[in-house]
Antibody, heavy 117, light 110 residues
């Protein structure tokens, strides 16, 4: 069975950094497109970033230059390095397997990131 | 990139059909047949219901169907059931190789 489990969320001060991790099982991360999506409390979904199987990466304008998506093929894990965090980055962050046309067919349970002093 | 536009709420009685619209631009919905729809119940992760405008993943009820005309995509739920009450989001691939979600629609079963 395909399973995704996020970790690494927590409370961080504005300007701080955090690295989220997404452990995958039942499929190979490096052979798939993988995305991060976030949802601020009480708000809608916002796409954050994608990494293609070939390694190309793309970001939403709201996080470009501050966030970096990556993966560790040996650990079958996806990561999101978040720097220069702002209050508006507060959200539940989900990792999802991407079927290549934006069809996110499997999602993790999410990890909460709170940016506050 | 601006979010795709969805109605804030749509409601219907059990057994009825409802349609949720999703309006984008010629940089996303209008140019690719890569529109997906997600269902999200409170406190849960989203679930893929429709992809590539009209395709249903295995296990999704055939009461859910998708379509597109120009810059607007639509999700139709026929034979509305109590368990269909949830938030629904559309998404589209864009000309910048990014994705954009819709503003979300709360579906209420009366």
């Amino acid at each position: 069975d395909v399973q995704l489990v996020e970790s690494g969320g927590g409370l961080v001060q504005p300007g701080g950094s955090l690295r989220l991790s997404c452990a995958a099982s039942g499929f190979t991360v490096s052979s798939n497109f993988m995305s991060w999506v976030r949802q601020a409390p009480g708000k809608g979904l916002e796409w954050v970033s994608v990494i293609y199987a070939g390694g190309s990466t793309f970001y939403a304008d709201s996080v470009k230059g501050r966030f970096t998506i990556s993966r560790d093929n040996s650990k079958n894990r996806l990561y999101l390095q978040m720097n220069s965090l702002r209050a508006e980055d507060t959200a539940v962050y989900y990792c999802a397997r991407d079927g290549t046309t934006g069809d996110l067919d499997h999602w993790g349970q999410g990890t909460l990131v709170t940016v506050s002093s | 990139q601006s979010a795709l536009t969805q109605p804030a709420s749509v409601s219907g009685s059990p057994g009825q059909s409802i349609t949720v619209s999703c309006t984008g631009t010629s940089s996303n919905v209008g140019v690719y047949n890569y529109v997906s729809w997600y269902q999200q119940h409170p406190g849960k992760a989203p679930k893929l219901m429709i992809y590539d405008v009209t395709k249903r993943p295995s296990g999704v009820s055939n009461r859910f169907s998708g379509s597109k005309s120009g810059n607007t995509a639509s999700l139709t739920i026929s034979g509305l059931q109590a368990e269909d009450e949830a938030d629904y989001y559309c998404s589209s691939f864009t000309t910048r190789s990014t994705y954009v979600f819709g503003t979300g629609t709360k579906v209420t079963v009366l």
